[in-house]
């Protein structure tokens, strides 16, 4: 069974750093599609970032600047390095591990107070 496990969220106040990371168990997760999102209360999940098989990446217009995506060099997890932090930061961030099938963690909650 796969499973997809975010960890790292927290509070934080406002202007500090999180880093975030996710793994994998029952599947090596490698170059595999990876993105994270974000779902704020009351509000729809939305894409946050993504890094490719070949290491592009991408995010939304909103973190660029402040949000990294990177791998572990042994290819077991992954990093959503988020600076500057800001309080519409706030929600459950979840990983997506795309590898034939979609899979998705239970999420990881970050606060950012004012």
């Known amino acids: 069974q796969v499973r997809v496990i975010e960890s790292g969220g927290g509070l934080v106040q406002a202007g500090g750093s999180l880093r975030l990371s996710c793994t994998t168990s029952?599947?090596?997760?490698?170059?595999?599609?990876l993105a994270w999102y974000r779902q704020a209360p009351g509000m729809q999940r939305e894409f946050v970032a993504k890094?490719?098989?070949?290491?592009?990446?991408d995010y939304t217009d909103s973190v660029k600047g402040r949000f990294s995506i990177s791998r572990e060099n042994g290819m077991k997890s992954a990093f959503l390095q988020m600076n500057n932090l800001k309080p519409e930061d706030t929600g459950v961030y979840y990983c997506?591990?795309?590898?034939?099938?979609?899979?998705w963690g239970r999420g990881t909650q970050v606060t950012v107070a004012s």
């Open positions: 890094i490719t098989p070949n290491g592009e990446t």
């Open positions: 029952g599947m090596f997760l490698g170059r595999n599609y």
């Open positions: 997506r591990v795309q590898s034939g099938h979609s899979y």
